[in-house]
């Protein structure tokens, strides 16, 4: 089973934000988009071959706030990013917070992935929560 990774942000991140913090994980990392957009692929390389670190889905407006406790229950949410979370449920249509879902395997390579999402997290004064499969 992959580790299950949710990104939860007071706002949406940028594509430099994106590189910068593959880039501080894998100094080398290669990053392909799948299916138009969809979904951003990381890599690192693994002896001849290159290894999957990280699939990343597109952003998602956070338009349910309560799903956070509901998917997530306990997970301690940081001040910019309960902010966020009052402004959705005050007017979701113009809430920036944003939800993603990120996938990364459960090998030693797969914790670099992780580290990219918790990089992610922490500059947007959001929260990355792994679950890890098992």
């Known amino acids: 089973m992959p580790r299950e990774i949710t ?5 949406p ?3 430099v934000e994106v590189l910068q913090a593959a880039t501080d994980a894998i100094p080398e990392v290669g990053v ?3 299916q138009p957009g969809a979904l951003l692929q990381f890599a690192a390389s693994s ?8 699939t990343m889905e597109q ?23 309960l ?11 113009t ?14 390579l797969g914790l670099v992935g992780a580290g990219i999402c918790e990089r992610l997290a922490a ?3 959001g929260v990355c929560i792994v679950q890890d499969g098992r």
């Open 7 to 11: 990104i939860l942000s007071p706002r």
């Open 13 to 15: 991140l940028s594509d």
């Open 32 to 34: 392909r988009r799948i």
């Open 47 to 54: 002896g001849d071959e290159a290894e999957i670190v990280l």
């Open 59 to 81: 952003p998602s407006y956070l338009r349910a706030p309560e799903e956070i406790e509901r998917l997530h229950p306990g997970t301690v949410l940081p001040a910019a990013m």
């Open 83 to 93: 902010e966020a979370m009052v402004q959705a449920a005050i007017d979701p249509a």
């Open 95 to 108: 809430s920036q917070a944003v939800w993603i879902d990120a996938t990364a395997p459960a090998t030693p």
């Open 123 to 125: 500059a947007a004064g």
